[in-house]
């Protein structure tokens, strides 16, 4: 089952900060975050592995609570760089099999 | 430049017909992944293959296969093909153990499938 991700979009004027939540229904080993920009791949952002371990690169963070079956993703102090779609993905152990989120448009305005 | 690379990058033809798309995974990568991604559903997993071996099957429908060939590169064959197969193709890989999920997924450009 597809896990779930809020908010669907977000608008941001540079420097704001903002949230995005993921939450499964299973139990997980592992998520993901990956960013696609329009009409591009995703692009990795970074990996949290059960053990609720936050990770960081530059300004964007994350951290899983694999209790809650969740996650979140950081952004703090936003740049027109950090536009594009946001996936989580979510692994159960074995392979790397993911299955993705159904994204959140983030759009970061001067 | 992920270093996967998928082919054709777009594609049009009309329901009904064949294709194939093409994908080369990163050297050194093991594990090729499909996904689908439509307007409306995100990116849903396909079938991942690994050195060679179907590893792990995701809502891939009975007309459409793949398969991953001795030098690693792998295809997907879309069949019988309907206007709700529009949607761009991503191929990608990773260096997968049999282990858990800790590998990066490397995605390729995508293929544009347009059926018409």
């Known amino acids: 089952q597809q896990p779930v991700q809020s908010p669907q979009a977000v608008i941001l004027r540079e420097g704001e900060d903002a949230v995005i939540n993921c939450s499964s229904s299973?139990?997980?080993?592992?998520v993901h975050w990956y960013r696609q920009k329009h009409g591009e791949a995703p692009v990795f952002l970074m990996i949290?592995?059960?053990?609720?371990e936050q990770k960081g690169h530059e300004k964007i963070s994350a951290s899983f609570n694999e209790k809650k079956q969740q996650s979140s993703l950081y952004l703090t102090a936003s740049q027109l760089s950090y536009s594009g779609t946001y996936f989580c993905?979510?692994?159960?152990?074995?392979?790397?099999?993911?299955?993705f989120g159904t994204g959140t448009q983030l759009k970061v305005e001067l | 430049d992920s270093g996967v690379t998928q082919t054709p990058k777009h594609l049009i033809t009309a329901t009904g017909q064949r294709v194939t798309l093409r994908c080369s995974p990163r050297?050194?990568?093991?594990?090729v992944y499909w996904y689908q991604q439509s307007l409306d559903q995100g990116l849903q997993f396909l079938i991942q293959?690994?050195?060679?071996?179907?590893?792990a099957k995701g809502n891939i429908l009975e007309r459409f296969s793949a398969q991953q060939f001795p030098d690693l590169h792998s295809e997907l064959n879309l069949s019988s093909l309907e206007l709700g197969d529009s949607a761009l193709y991503f191929c990608?890989?990773?260096?997968?153990?049999?282990?858990?999920?800790?590998?990066?997924?490397?995605f390729g450009e995508g293929s544009r499938l347009t059926v018409l």
């Open positions: 299973k139990a997980l080993y592992s």
């Open positions: 993905g979510t692994g159960t152990g074995g392979g790397n099999k993911l299955t």
């Open positions: 293959y690994y050195n060679g071996e179907e590893r």
């Open positions: 050297s050194g990568d093991l594990s």
């Open positions: 949290l592995l059960k053990g609720g």
């Open positions: 990608a890989s990773s260096v997968s153990s049999r282990g858990a999920n800790t590998g990066e997924l490397f």
